[in-house]
């Protein structure tokens, strides 16, 4: 199993940045992917951004070149910047964590931390 705990939420104006980060309870070497999906309010949980162990990469449309995630492995730690944010980034983010054994995927998942863009 692992824990994930997410901070760096907040309020923050239109075109304004943020970086959350997660922190995982063991080596992310040991992960196969970890990322972060956002829900905002009566929509669906939708993925932001993956990196995986093999440092592939995958970010949602409505973010590339904006989003940016990366890890600090010595850390245990993946994080998201976020720049030129938009009214439509609102939405509780949440970490996630995937492990894979054999051909069973196991998610594991942060509180979530709340991100608001509004002037």
């Known amino acids: 199993q692992v824990q994930v705990v997410e901070s760096g939420g907040g309020l923050v104006q239109p075109g304004g940045s943020l970086r959350l980060s997660c922190a995982a309870s063991?080596?992310?070497?040991?992960?196969?992917?970890m990322g972060w999906y956002r829900q905002a309010p009566g929509k669906q949980r939708e993925l932001v951004a993956v990196?995986?162990?093999?440092?592939?990469?995958e970010y949602a449309d409505s973010v590339k070149g904006r989003f940016t995630i990366s890890t600090d492995t010595a850390k245990n730690t993946v994080y998201l910047r976020m720049n030129s944010l938009k009214p439509e980034d609102t939405a509780v983010y949440f970490c996630?964590?995937?492990?894979?054994?054999?051909?069973?995927?196991?998610?594991?998942w942060g509180q979530g931390t709340q991100v608001t863009v509004s002037s």
């Open positions: 990196i995986t162990s093999g440092s592939s990469i």
């Open positions: 996630n964590a995937r492990m894979v054994d054999g051909v069973s995927e196991y998610d594991y």
């Open positions: 063991r080596s992310i070497f040991s992960l196969y992917a």
